[in-house]
């Protein structure tokens, strides 16, 4: 079976899977961008990961840990690019790269991390919170795009959303699940999760003549208890807050 960002494995039974991929044969990618570049999302390295541990855990929960974004991936038109998918068995670590299509042994490696097996329980639901602040569709977008990152019609989930100093509430609406030619579907949809995190642009406090954007570096644990679940909402607590960076536990519903 095929899936839309990592392939298939490189031999039967083995533990490494390559693609040729670009924004062409996937095309919600196209719909990320920043500094009008197509840049792939962080959430699409997650689904990578997640989508390589379902092959060889193929029942319960899955999930990551300590899982670093090292390098980003632009995605330029005309130029594929290949992937590589490399997970150990015997200690979970699992390494994403990637280099341009037909150029030799040169690869750029774009996220590392540890695939988990969680046994704790799922945990516990929490309600929607009537919380202060409203925001709009518009205004999340355009906050966004004051920062750099340009979100096309398939990114674009948020409906509204309400927020506090610490907590964001958002209203999402349903991604377009379809997979193209590829047979697989996937564990955690890029759009999804990246979705969750769109509000947040509000917490950046741009000066006059600034630019700048959080973008995702570490996700420190994601887990997955259904695949390809369609969040109508998204829970984001806001754990540390600094100039330069933001850390938040998110939850999807």
């Known amino acids: 079976p095929l899936h839309p960002l990592i392939g298939h494995r490189l031999q039967a039974g083995g533990t490494e899977w390559r693609h040729l991929l670009d924004a062409v044969i996937v095309p919600y990618l196209a719909d990320h961008r920043i500094d009008d570049e197509i840049v792939m999302p962080g959430t699409g390295f997650a689904e990578m990961a997640l989508a390589a541990a379902r092959e060889i855990y193929p029942d319960g929960p899955i999930g990551l840990e300590d899982f670093d974004l090292l390098q980003w991936l632009p995605l330029q038109a005309g130029q594929m690019r290949e992937i590589a998918v490399r997970l150990s068995v015997d200690t979970g670590m699992v390494e994403i790269s990637s280099r341009p299509r037909h150029a030799g042994d040169e690869w750029t490696l774009h996220a590392r991390g540890r695939v988990i097996r969680p046994t704790s329980a799922t945990p516990a639901f929490v309600p929607p919170t009537d919380l202060p602040h409203h925001m709009t569709a518009e205004r999340v977008y355009a906050s966004a795009s004051d ?64 630019r700048y954007a959080y973008l995702p570096v570490r996700f420190a644990s994601l887990r997955v208890d259904r695949d390809g679940g369609m969040p109508a909402r998204a829970r984001v607590v806001v754990d540390r807050e600094t100039d330069q960076s933001l850390s938040i536990a998110a939850t999807l519903y």
């Open 147 to 210: 920062a750099g990152v340009e979100y096309g019609t398939a990114f674009r989930r948020v409906i509204a959303a309400r927020r506090d100093d610490k907590v964001i509430e958002i209203d999402l609406s349903p991604i377009e699940a379809g997979s193209g030619a590829f047979t697989r579907a996937h564990v955690l949809h890029p759009v999804a999760l990246d979705a969750a995190f769109h509000a947040l642009f509000e917490n950046i406090k741009l000066r006059p003549g600034e």
